[in-house]
């Protein structure tokens, strides 16, 4: 698709109430974007929504065809339609795939082996360690992981690739509207280091309608999906469905039955999710892919992550995901009281250790 084609296809996208339904019978009607932008408005009133047309119209009074993709340029962005060599193979086998998708970073990605990890935005402990940890481990082995840029799972689950390799985050708004907006420093790094993707023109907020429209990517782009927590009701489950409908895989790590964020993970594994307890069941389900060597940590929070101190790597070896208590800790190491205090403080300044109410330490990463 040249660029005049693709500054019109995105101009007519940006009409109100234009989705790939629309711009497919725009398509096929016309067979050429440029030629539907300057249409008369009795043809464009048998495809598009009457305030699409009156909003085309007011456009042409007023604006060149190419104001839509200069924006998108100048934010560093481009747009990749089913049309292009390059969109997404594994997308174009899902229902309704997007007619076109925006994009910031490196679009190989989507070519590689992608697994998506979600869950939870209200994660515990337990879940958001367990996304980082499954998340490092599988970049490491060179798998791209893919997620929904959201708090809580998806937002450890992006942080834990970044560490050993690289990502996919798939937002619900446009491209230039970050949402939650705490994830603004993560989505500038997954900017550099990975791929962030939309199909939602710039400046679309973050509706709740668009999130199912967004589960769907992040299935759609993946071999399978791993649920680390999520409720009886969760957007997770709804992905997981997708998944199943697109011929994806669907796993799940188990959790607490104590736990309300465990219910869902746990019912997915009773309806024949494969359980995932550690990265070995993951590579187990795919013998085909030719997994790479490990690679280790880069960096945590900016800190290298190290056992280099003896100490540290001792009270780590000790330390449990669900938690451990400091009287506890202070048993079984060979430390005394100021020792261990001074040593916990320093691991929860590197980002690796976090202490929870009544004096618990969890490990973080």
Not at 16 to 42: C, D, I, P, R
Not at 206 to 218: A, Q
């Given at each position: ?87 997404p193979v594994l997308l174009k086998s899902i229902p309704n795939p997007p007619f076109v998708i925006y994009c910031a970073g490196n ?90 993707i939309s199909e939602f023109p710039l400046d679309s907020p973050p509706d709740s309608k668009h999130f199912p429209m967004r589960n ?82 880069m960096m945590v929070e900016g800190v290298l992550f190290a056992g280099e101190d003896s100490e540290e790597a001792e009270i780590l ?49």
């Amino acid at each position: 698709m040249d660029r005049a084609e693709k500054a019109a296809l995105c101009e007519i996208h940006a009409l109100t109430g234009v989705g790939s339904g629309t711009l497919w019978k725009g398509f096929n009607e016309w067979g050429s974007f440029t030629e539907m932008y300057k249409a008369n408005e009795t043809d464009l009133r048998k495809v598009l929504p009457p305030e699409a047309v009156n909003d085309l119209l007011q456009r042409r009074r007023t604006q060149s065809s190419w104001d839509c993709l200069e924006k998108l340029e100048a934010h560093g962005f481009q747009a990749v339609s089913i049309l292009d060599d390059d969109y997404p193979v594994l997308l174009k086998s899902i229902p309704n795939p997007p007619f076109v998708i925006y994009c910031a970073g490196n679009l190989e990605l989507w070519t590689g082996f992608c697994l998506a990890i979600i869950g939870s935005r209200n994660a515990t402990h337990y879940g958001r360690t367990t996304a980082r940890k499954l998340s490092e481990e599988l970049a490491g082995h060179g798998v791209v992981v893919v997620s929904g840029l959201a708090r809580g799972i998806d937002a450890e689950a992006h942080t834990g690739a970044l560490n050993t390799g690289t990502t996919i985050a798939v937002l619900g708004s446009g491209l230039n509207v970050v949402y939650p907006r705490e994830n603004q420093a993560l989505y500038e790094r997954i900017r550099m280091q990975g791929l962030v993707i939309s199909e939602f023109p710039l400046d679309s907020p973050p509706d709740s309608k668009h999130f199912p429209m967004r589960n769907r990517l992040i299935s759609g782009l993946s071999r399978g999906v791993l649920v680390v927590e999520a409720r009886e009701r969760s957007g997770a489950l709804i992905t997981a469905d997708l998944a199943l409908e697109q011929g994806r895989d669907v796993m799940a790590v188990p959790g607490p039955i104590t736990s309300k964020n465990s219910v869902g993970t746990n019912r997915l594994i009773q309806q024949g999710a494969k359980l995932i307890m550690d990265i070995q069941d993951i590579i187990d389900e795919y013998p085909d892919y030719d997994w790479q060597s490990a690679a280790q940590p880069m960096m945590v929070e900016g800190v290298l992550f190290a056992g280099e101190d003896s100490e540290e790597a001792e009270i780590l070896e000790l330390i449990e995901v669900d938690g451990i208590h400091f009287d506890e800790l202070l048993q079984r190491t060979s430390l005394d009281h100021g020792t261990l205090s001074s040593l916990l403080l320093k691991l929860e300044l590197k980002g690796i250790v976090a202490s929870t109410p009544g004096n618990y330490y969890v490990k973080i990463r």
